[in-house]
């Protein structure tokens, strides 16, 4: 991949956090002992033109039709053996393996539960004033007093 994104980051992109995002992460998403060794080998360079009468799904109409993508798959491996080369699938029905997930992944939703934690309102522990408190006499209704007698006075309007 030339320019954008160097290996690494391409990997993380196209299969570790999809992983992640499903809950199939460490067991899908990469290379190590015990994982299911899903590798797909493609060529950056060669483009194909997605189009229904192509695809290999067997319906009537894709959403893609006439898209034209940049990379395809040369090679798939799937637990370790080769079920694509070349355009043929060299694979039969059913030999795919139930992956059974668990909801609400972690990456998806662990700040999600940080930021409830973080708004939940808290009580916040005090001693008690021990100080003077000043008494104040409430003594009603304040007095206005009456207007002047050579304030000039307006009649009210609609607006007040």
């Known amino acids: 991949v030339g320019g954008k994104m160097d290996e690494n980051r391409f990997v993380a992109v196209t299969s570790s956090n999809a992983a992640k995002l499903h809950n199939l992460y460490p067991r899908k998403g990469r290379i190590i002992p015990g994982a299911d060794a899903d590798v797909v080998v493609w060529d950056p360079e060669a483009t194909k033109t ?13 959403l ?5 993508c940049h990379g395809v798959p040369l090679v798939t491996i799937s637990r370790g053996r080769v079920v694509y080369e070349n ?6 029905e059913g030999t795919g393996k139930f992956c059974p997930l668990r909801s609400f992944p972690d990456i998806a939703y662990k700040k999600l539960v940080q930021r409830e934690k973080s708004l939940k309102l808290r009580g916040v522990d005090r001693t008690p004033y021990l100080g003077d408190v000043a008494v104040v006499v409430h003594a009603g209704k304040k007095e206005t007093g009456t207007p002047l007698a050579d304030t000039p006075t307006r009649p009210a309007t609609r607006h007040g």
Not at 52 to 61: E, F, L, N, P, R
Not at 64 to 68: D, L, S
Request: proline share 0%.
């Open 50 to 62: 997605i189009s229904a009468s192509t695809q290999v799904q067997g319906g009537d109409i894709n």
């Open 64 to 68: 893609y039709e006439n898209m034209r």
């Open 87 to 92: 355009g043929v699938f060299m694979c039969a």
